[in-house]
């Protein structure tokens, strides 16, 4: 430890902090532009200054590392007429711009200037302007605001992994740009708009949106990915204007991919508001009453053996586990279903569909071994933290498949079912490395578990590793990547049925109600079959559908999400449904009291209470219930090549395919060139 | 400074020819494995050399996949450095210098005599499109100012007259002499040493 003074507070820091960080530890905050957190040390912008004993000159402090014995003051005349003198050359060049500028009430060099601006500028030369450079259909640039902090550029190379961003012509002229002035080809660009201290970067799908002040603010969890990122609802009365990260360490750090940030325009466009009835094919608008009485008909109606639901990719795991009480106590039927394909799950105990390592794990990972799964699309934040593995410890990352760029280098396998088998039986040179390693992880997409003899080797694997004392207390090396914020909620509450197998029923049209929530994703022809159809945005469900239900969006419902390793978190209610919609928890609830005149539950606190006792309860179970093996040899090997199954990043979900920003970054990405007759 | 920009027209490829790849393997081996991109600065001159004084994007391109760095970071260096051009000077790239002890010693002349003899304004092609001229900071030959550097040699002691001589010279493709044009060998003093007459081989 080291002891050192901060204007004559005497504090104790680990050794390798900077000046900086010390100060903070002291609760003396520092101005800084280019300091951050996450990214490498620049020290180039100089705003953070402080005056150090014995030292001639002020030093940088981000820069500086802490020493034993030092004396550091930031609160003297030296240190304020050094900062002020960084901040006049900052403002030479920059723009007095504020009110037209979106960065406008979170700019650091606007709050920076308050403490530490002149009134008026000494600067009679002409100012420097820079053209505006094209990044893309996210990122607005206005580069004559820049102060060449180099977070973007930092941010790019290191966290990103797509070396793009660059400085030209340093100097006078420098400027920061991109080589091509196209957008830049990762699925994390937009964190560079949060890292911008100024309004160069700004985002442009939210460009004279609105200010930061007239918004009501959220904390909230993302359903685009299974990761749970935490994030910032900003909400202009019913609109979500946008979505910011929240920092938490254990998931996402500070960073959200695109999707995340701009897919949340999806969620005013083909909205369903009112509940629909059709007539001879056509949609006819119609009350809850309305609906209510026929739904009620034709359940009572029908036997309860032809009824089966299914329930989607983003519902909440308070509406899942209303569905299952309203199926089991309601209907008195077990024909419900979380999934949308064939994938083997085995639910007796909770290890075989988490991600048992954990996100913070993958950082002391050695060996990373992806078995059908293209972490950069699936699961983006958690393919930069395997970027982070690889930077800092050299991880090394093998893949069965070849995937393209994955921002870091990996070895690829030929993606035969028949490798996996000897690399598990033990007989590939693989194998001892997975055995030799101190902390590998093998992680297992949807696309291997969809595999035919997924069973088969699931089981060979998870074997191989417990033989080898990779599944213990401390580290559990079995790794399942769900692709849906849903999924890992609806295993835990079992909403899924074991005995028959739902969706090969339902292509064989066995069935004669179908109620989906919020589920498009069904590959199926409708026969005779009549669909009720709860959820929020118009798609391929609804088209199916006979009765509409219009249900929420996960930003207008409290909600809990089940993160793909198991953490449960609370998703915020930050605006509210559009027209006659109701929260989906309660569509069910009134469904269930319209046809036996009881509610399944009061209010929602006690379907909350209801649900976790539920949890607590399975979790008792399956540790009772540990080391019971299914049937060996219940099914057989076969050798088969395993496919990633590609999910059209832009377009994964019912809000992102409604999202206009969405299908100009596809549109971007494909170099598509906007002709202005495509309608 | 004014701003460097590449050129509009830009050849499609580039590729060093034997002998240059045989140099910049040479620069490349005297790095340790691994560290190979600290021979950009050097490979980006050697593919100026072979590309008629000045450095093409398709060669920034080549190069950082020479030396498996990303492009960015080529083109940051390229686009730092005065030294590298990055639109075509021709083949004859003449810089005159005009810091104060030239501009003493009458350095407006060579600039006069460049003005009427290749292009009107600096850095523009003359009409055979083999030469080009600019005015450059201290080349750090004072001593035999004023001074013009034509590729890699220093012509010095130079007044309208001499200047115009060479520049006709090598428009006509010829490589006029290098070194003082006033007989002096390196930086001696003109009509023998004045000082240190004592010592033989001062």
């Known amino acids: 430890m080291l002891k050192l003074k901060v204007n004559n507070i005497d504090i104790e820091v680990e050794e390798g902090l900077t000046v900086l960080q010390a100060c903070e530890k002291a609760g003396v905050e520092i101005p800084r532009f280019c300091y951050h957190e996450k990214l490498s040390i620049a020290g180039n912008c100089r705003m953070c200054l402080v005056e150090m004993e014995k030292s001639p000159k002020p030093v940088a402090s981000c820069a500086m590392p802490a020493a034993d014995g030092m004396n550091i003051k930031t609160n003297t005349v030296f240190v304020e007429k050094a900062r002020k003198g960084v901040m006049e050359f900052l403002l030479a060049n920059h723009p007095l711009d504020c009110p037209v500028c979106d960065q406008g009430g979170e700019c650091d060099l606007q709050d920076q200037s308050m403490f530490y601006g002149v009134d008026k500028s000494r600067f009679k030369e002409n100012k420097r302007a820079v053209p505006e450079k094209n990044m893309g259909p996210l990122i607005k640039t206005q580069m004559t605001r820049c102060i060449h902090c180099t977070r973007c550029v930092r941010f790019a190379t290191e966290v990103a992994g797509v070396p793009e961003i660059g400085a030209i012509g340093r100097g006078e002229d420098m400027q920061i740009t991109t080589y091509l002035e196209q957008s830049m080809q990762s699925e994390l660009s937009a964190n560079v708009v949060d890292l911008c201290p100024v309004g160069a970067l700004t985002s442009k799908p939210y460009v004279f949106e609105a200010r930061p002040w007239e918004l009501k603010k959220t904390e909230s969890i993302d359903v685009m990915d299974a990761i749970g990122s935490n994030i910032r609802v900003d909400t202009y009365d019913w609109e979500v204007k946008r979505i910011l990260p929240i920092i938490n360490e254990d998931i996402n750090e500070e960073w959200i991919s695109d999707k995340t940030r701009y897919a949340c325009d999806g969620l005013l466009h083909q909205r369903l508001d009112t509940p629909f009835i059709k007539y001879n094919g056509k949609f006819e608008k119609a009350s809850w009453n309305e609906v209510y009485k026929i739904i009620k008909s034709k359940f009572e109606n029908t036997s309860k053996e032809k009824i089966c639901g299914f329930v989607g990719d983003l519902t909440n795991m308070e509406t899942s586990y209303i569905f299952k009480e309203f199926f089991d106590r309601t209907l008195d039927v077990d024909n419900y279903e979380s999934r949308s394909d064939n994938r083997y799950l085995n639910l007796s105990e909770r290890e075989n569909y988490l991600f048992n390592s954990s996100i913070n794990g993958i950082e002391d990972s050695d060996l990373i071994f992806l078995i059908g799964t293209n972490p950069r699309y699936e699961a983006t934040i958690l393919n930069a933290r395997i970027r982070k593995s690889y930077l800092n410890n050299e991880t090394k990352i093998i893949s069965l498949n070849e995937l393209g760029d994955l921002t870091y280098p990996y070895e690829s396998l030929d993606g035969q079912t028949q490798t996996l088998k000897e690399i598990f039986d033990g007989k590939h040179k693989i194998s001892n490395l997975i055995s030799n390693a101190t902390k590998p992880m093998i992680i297992l997409g949807e696309s291997f578990l969809n595999l035919n003899s997924s069973k088969y080797i699931f089981r060979k694997i998870k074997n191989f590793l417990l033989e080898n004392n990779k599944i213990n207390n401390d580290w559990n090396s079995l790794n399942i990547l769900s692709c849906d914020a849903a999924s890992v909620g609806n295993y835990d509450l079992k909403l899924i049925n074991r005995d028959k197998n739902l969706l090969k029923d339902l292509k064989d049209h066995k069935f004669e109600i179908v109620y989906l929530v919020g589920q498009d994703n069904l590959n199926f022809e409708k026969k005779d079959e009549f669909i009720i159809y709860q959820g929020s945005h118009g798609d391929k469900g609804a088209e199916l559908a006979d009765i509409i239900l219009p249900g929420s969006a996960y930003t207008e419902q409290d909600g809990y999400f089940t993160n793909l390793e198991g953490k449960i978190q609370k998703a915020y209610k930050a605006s509210y449904p559009p027209g006659e919609s109701k929260e989906d928890w309660l569509i069910i609830n009134e469904i269930a009291e319209f046809m036996n005149n009881r509610k399944l539950f009061n209010d929602k606190d006690e379907l909350e209470s209801s649900m976790f006792n539920y949890l607590n309860l399975q979790k008792e179970k399956s540790s009772v219930s540990k080391n019971i093996e299914e049937n060996e040899d219940a099914d057989q090997f076969k050798s088969e090549t395993l496919k990633i199954k590609i999910k059209d990043y832009y377009f994964s979900n019912v809000i992102a395919r409604s999202s206009k920003t969405m299908i100009e970054c596809n549109n971007s990405k494909l170099n598509f060139k906007s002709t202005g007759t495509e309608g | ?202």
């Open chain 2, 1 to 202: 400074m004014s701003l460097r920009r590449p050129a509009k027209d830009q050849p499609e490829n580039f590729e060093f020819n034997s002998s240059s790849l045989e140099a910049a393997n040479t620069i490349v081996s005297k790095y340790p494995k691994g560290k190979q991109q600290s021979a950009v600065m050097a490979l980006l001159y050697i593919a100026q050399r072979q590309n008629n004084n000045w450095i093409p994007l398709a060669a920034m391109k080549y190069i950082a996949k020479f030396l498996d760095m990303p492009y960015i970071k080529v083109y940051e260096v390229a686009t730092f450095y005065t030294m590298y051009n990055l639109s075509p000077v021709g083949k004859y790239f003449i810089q005159v210098c005009t810091t104060t002890p030239c501009m003493i010693r009458g350095a407006n002349h060579l600039v006069e005599a460049c003005k009427e003899k290749i292009s009107e304004n600096e850095c523009e092609l003359s009409n055979d499109k083999s030469c080009s001229w600019m005015e450059v900071e201290c080349l750090g030959a004072c001593v035999n100012a004023p001074m013009m550097q034509i590729n890699d040699d220093y012509y010095e002691d130079l007044d309208k007259d001499k200047t115009l001589k060479i520049l006709e010279k090598i428009l006509k493709g010829e490589t006029p002499k290098p070194g003082s044009y006033r007989g002096r060998v390196n930086n001696e003093p003109e009509n023998n040493r004045k000082t240190l007459m004592d010592y033989k081989n001062a």
